[in-house]
């Protein structure tokens, strides 16, 4: 019975095993003191060519056989980035660069990927070929000697690829080979609210935008004193909206007062799906900040993609990089650009992020009810194996 019953726990412990899905990466000075520590889950969505020259998105894990690989570095005087880079699959590999900012703070300067576009495990019907891209815009940074966590979800979006980051526990420029009892938890993680509200724009031919969601600005800037400073805006649903409709582009601006807000999307005849492509930002900065306003843009996204007719709806929050000291972060979303017929929202597609939140239940509900499966057939069988023995010869 009680090789049964191991066996019965080893099953529950795969099924558990399954749902843990955080890799673990550490690099190692030449001395083997520990400088970077790193934990997370990750999720790849690639844009490759197929075969056929139409274009095809792939969906992955970081998977188990990922590993550190030896270029990866602690950094020195001259190069003082410490560089995390990560190999998988066949060919396939990430890699992180952390950087020092005013002395004060560390950052993820860049992410980037390459991807052996000719593994059919998991790039089916591909034409073949690398991708390599990098994206040199993230949101992750944390105070010095200190570690930098976020449970909620994150996403990044770089040429043809975006990631979904979560579970994340990172520290960079480790001191004395010990780990930080200290934390800087994400904003993500903590309380915010932010009020949904509703725009549309039209044109000559009617309704070209319609949108629900709410909106926040995340700002970083130098303040005078030489320190980093940060500010959350949240745009009130009564925000002064407008646009313009184009056969290739619509555009969303939003105005709360001195902050500007600019959307703008784009079309794909050839997929036949719409994307948010871009992102103006105008705001003024405090008196504090050593500069009076701040203005940057982001015109290489793929964000809040959909299908030409139907509408993008996302109740996850999703948080979109507009350059390194501004983000914008989207909550309760349901877009839908260029086709709208009857002033009204089509038929919607889901975010991964919401898809994700779904599965999630799904498959820890059905491992505990394999669980329990398990555990009955090994009672059951025990039982029977006992009564028979107790049989008169």
Do not use: W
């Not at 320190?227 to 745009?235: A, D, P, Q």
């Not at 990089?321 to 038929?347: E, M």
Request: with cysteine; hydrophobic share 40%; glycine share 6%.
């Amino acid at each position: 019975m009680a090789g049964r019953s191991a066996v019965g726990f080893l099953l529950a412990a795969a099924l558990l095993g399954f749902l843990q899905t955080a890799s673990s990466f550490q690099v190692k000075d030449p001395e083997g003191k520990l400088c970077l520590s790193a934990n997370f889950s990750m999720r790849f969505t690639v844009e490759f060519d197929t075969n056929s020259t139409k274009k095809q998105n792939a969906t992955f894990l970081l998977p188990p056989d990922a590993h550190v690989l030896k270029v990866s570095t602690c950094g020195n005087q001259k190069s003082p980035e410490e560089i995390l880079v990560v190999g998988f699959g066949k060919g396939h590999s990430l890699n992180m660069t952390f950087e020092k900012k005013d002395e004060s703070l560390y950052v993820i300067s860049a992410l980037g990927f390459k991807f052996n576009l000719s593994d059919s495990s998991f790039f089916t019907n591909s034409s073949g070929g690398e991708l390599t891209t990098t994206t040199k815009v993230t949101d992750i940074q944390a105070d010095l000697n200190t570690k930098y966590l976020c449970h909620s979800n994150k996403s990044i979006t770089a040429e043809k690829v975006s990631v979904l980051l979560s579970n994340i526990a990172i520290e960079a420029y480790v001191t004395n080979n010990t780990l930080s009892k200290k934390e800087t938890i994400c904003s993500e993680d903590k309380s915010s609210t932010v009020k949904v509200g509703q725009y549309s724009v039209n044109g000559s031919s009617g309704m070209c935008l319609l949108a629900s969601m709410g909106l926040q600005l995340n700002l970083t800037y130098p303040a005078k004193n030489k320190t980093v400073l940060s500010k959350v805006l949240n745009i009130p649903p009564n925000a002064v909206s407008s646009g313009t409709c184009g056969n290739i582009t619509v555009t969303l601006n939003v105005i709360s007062g001195s902050t500007n807000i600019s959307l703008n999307f784009a079309q794909n005849s050839s997929t036949e799906k719409y994307f948010l492509h871009g992102i103006l930002v105008r705001a003024d900065l405090p008196s504090e900040a050593a500069e009076r306003s701040i203005n940057v843009s982001n015109n290489n996204l793929s964000a809040l993609k959909a299908t030409i007719g139907k509408s993008y709806k996302c109740v996850a929050e999703e948080i979109i990089q507009v350059s390194d000291n501004a983000s914008l972060n989207i909550y309760n979303v349901q877009v839908q650009a260029f086709k709208i017929s009857g002033y009204k929202f089509g038929a919607v597609e889901e975010c991964q992020l919401d898809e994700n939140n779904m599965l999630i239940p799904i498959v820890v509900g059905a491992a505990l009810a394999g669980l329990v499966l398990i555990v009955l057939i090994a009672y059951l069988i025990g039982r029977k194996r006992s009564h028979a023995g107790y049989q008169t010869i």
